[in-house]
């Protein structure tokens, strides 16, 4: 876990510099993130969360290698974007994409069967992240199999995009986020697997109403299937965030470096979501665009993460007091991350990406500080 969490960093450190420096596809630069970044951390994710929710083994030899083959299928995607390889290419590395989704699709739902007793409803979670990568990665087979019919495909981008970033990672993140957040605290939440029964299905059929409403977003109709998605997605959103206030109090929540941090990506994907409401209205209100789901939503997120499990993946096992000291310096200017990071999603989502991306780099060279810091815990322990 530990290479997987530093490459998917590495991938966005370089995705976010080669945007403040103009140089590179924007289209690249964007899967540079996503491709080889986010896919292979959330595959890596679902290898380390399912056998803690299914109550099975660590998974095998084979199911550890699957996030490295995606990364390597997404480097092969944005060498093709970026002009570095033959364009041809984006379609063999779409394809092994997708099967290495399936692959890992039923490797969960093999877990699931195996379970020792009821298994937590966190892996149907999984389970619908991965199918809306699949559907999003046969809609860009589509595309390239019928080139002649590409005007009318076109707005399968739209529908791709959606189910990439609510679908694959919004839903993985709800999956993960009800059960990190009270680790994170130190205190149980009990209705953290209601909420996951109760919201499944709300939030999936709400990602697959933005993805297809935005598939003529001009359109009224469209947009009302848009809105009512939001609502839904909303709505679950809104329920988790009382349900946090409820079991751990605002105080805690906001005074923890982790906690707020994770905080802050359930309201930047709240943000994101109210920004293409607003655009729907009035395209001249609020510009949604991927950079204001970037900040808002996914580097709080990961960085949250990331702060809460590496001194965990660092140390396995019984509580140490060195895992102790290295998550206490991971989260030290959480709170500061996330006002930058959510700063940084409003003057996006204002048009105003350019000086978003500033204050996104300065909360990740915040983070980048509190690595080094906790990459010398060893030593401080001894």
């Not at 899967?31 to 959330?42: K, N, T």
């Not at 076109?154 to 189910?163: A, C, D, E």
Request: charged residues 10%; glycine residues 8%.
């Amino acid at each position: 876990m530990l290479p997987t969490a530093g490459l998917t960093l590495l991938a966005l450190f370089a995705s976010v510099a080669l945007t403040l420096a103009g140089w590179g596809s924007p289209l690249a630069v964007e899967h540079l993130a996503f491709a080889v970044g986010i896919v292979p951390l959330i595959f890596a994710a679902m290898l380390h969360f399912v056998p803690v929710l299914t109550r099975t083994g660590n998974p095998g030899r084979w199911p550890r290698l699957l996030p490295a083959a995606a990364r390597l299928a997404g480097l092969l995607l944005v060498a093709a974007l970026q002009g570095l390889l033959p364009y041809w290419l984006l379609h063999p590395a779409a394809l092994a994409d997708l099967l290495l989704a399936l692959v890992l699709l039923a490797w969960i739902a093999a877990r699931a069967r195996a379970a020792l007793g009821p298994s937590h409803p966190g892996w149907r979670w999984y389970a619908a992240a991965l199918a809306c990568l699949i559907l999003a990665l046969a809609a860009v087979l589509a595309m390239t199999i019928w080139p002649q019919h590409w005007l009318a495909l076109r707005p399968l981008r739209y529908f791709h995009l959606h189910l990439n970033t609510l679908g694959l990672v919004g839903l993985a993140a709800l999956a993960t986020l009800p059960v990190l957040l009270p680790t994170a605290c130190g205190k149980p939440d009990p209705a953290a697997a209601d909420w996951l029964r109760r919201y499944l299905w709300p939030a999936l059929g709400g990602v697959l109403l933005i993805a297809i409403g935005t598939w003529h977003w001009r359109s009224t109709w469209y947009w009302l299937l848009a809105a009512a998605g939001s609502g839904l997605l909303l709505a679950a959103l809104f329920a988790l965030l009382r349900q946090w206030g409820r079991a751990f109090g605002w105080r805690l929540l906001l005074s923890d470096g982790v906690a707020v941090s994770l905080l802050a990506a359930v309201a930047g994907l709240i943000l994101t979501l109210l920004g293409g409401l607003v655009h729907g209205i009035s395209p001249d209100l609020a510009r949604p665009t991927l950079s204001a789901w970037l900040f808002g939503f996914l580097l709080p997120l990961v960085t949250g993460a990331l702060a809460q499990l590496l001194p965990v993946w660092r140390w396995p096992g019984p509580q140490q007091p060195v895992r102790l000291e290295m998550r206490r310096r991971l989260a030290v200017g959480g709170g500061w991350r996330a006002l930058l990071f959510l700063a940084a999603a409003l003057l996006a989502l204002a048009d105003h990406t350019h000086l978003g991306v500033i204050f996104a780099t300065a909360g990740l060279l915040l983070f980048a500080v509190a690595l080094l810091r906790a990459a010398l815990v060893r030593g401080a322990a001894r």
